[in-house]
T-cell receptor, first 117, second 113 residues
Framework: GAVVSQHPSRVICKSGTSVKIECRSLDFQATTMFWYRQFPKQSLMLMATSNEGSKATYEQGVEKDKFLINHASLTLSTLTVTSAHPEDSSFYIC?????????????FGPGTRLTVL | SQKIEQNSEALNIQEGKTATLTCNYTNYSPAYLQWYRQDPGRGPVFLLLIRENEKEKRKERLKVTFDTTLKQSLFHITASQPADSATYLCALGKYSSASKIIFGSGTRLSIRP
């Protein structure tokens, strides 16, 4: 149980285009999902917290107009990188929060490798 | 501010030995601590959770200890195998839906045959 999928796993796009990444919790409902970015050999960097039915909460330094987040249902959150540039190339990982017995565990998707040319 | 440190960026261990990874934290009082495994180009995978009132937790060849006085967790892999090679992340959390889980930067473990 507690499986999270991401689509696509890899995307290559031209500079200036927008890219949408989907994150789905397959066998549980998640009112909260998280979006992370990870550069090579570095730790996960939290970008934003996605809340179902409300606006996302962005971390300091993350442009909300550039990284659009939509959490339209209890099993789907999307991250759209608008007007992507080469510096946006990174590994994007989502996670879905599952709270059981008061304990908060995040289940991660497999990640999306974005390359902007 | 809150800080999590994982002992070393990389650790090399001979196959069959016990690998021990360390997670230290400051300016934080977690209710529980988690360990995740991450393989290159993949998302982290949840391994174990230990609560603040638990001293030790085991799962197969894995053992985690949690010392809230020392503000430290140790993660052990006994009888290590090359397949255990990965990056291991520790993460701290509280019993609150409003709080975020905080991740360490990870330790890259390599098990040589």
């Amino acid at each position: 149980g507690a499986v999270v999928s991401q689509h696509p796993s890899r995307v290559i796009c031209k500079s200036g285009t927008s890219v949408k990444i989907e994150c789905r919790s397959l066998d549980f409902q998640a009112t909260t999902m998280f979006w992370y970015r990870q550069f090579p050999k570095q730790s996960l960097m939290l970008m934003a917290t996605s809340n179902e039915g409300s606006k996302a909460t962005y971390e300091q330094g993350v442009e909300k107009d550039k990284f659009l987040i939509n959490h339209a249902s209890l099993t789907l959150s999307t991250l759209t990188v608008t007007s992507a540039h080469p510096e946006d190339s990174s590994f994007y990982i989502c996670s879905a929060r599952l709270v059981r017995g008061g304990l908060d565990t995040q289940y991660f998707g497999p990640g999306t490798r974005l390359t902007v040319l | 501010s809150q800080k999590i440190e994982q002992n070393s960026e990389a650790l090399n261990i001979q196959e069959g030995k016990t690998a021990t990874l360390t997670c230290n934290y400051t300016n934080y009082s977690p209710a529980y601590l988690q360990w995740y495994r991450q393989d290159p180009g993949r998302g982290p995978v949840f391994l174990l959770l230990i609560r603040e009132n638990e001293k030790e937790k085991r799962k197969e060849r894995l053992k985690v200890t949690f010392d809230t006085t020392l503000k430290q967790s140790l993660f052990h892999i006994t009888a290590s195998q090359p397949a255990d090679s990965a990056t291991y992340l520790c993460a701290l959390g509280k019993y609150s839906s409003a709080s975020k889980i905080i991740f360490g930067s990870g330790t890259r473990l390599s098990i040589r045959p």
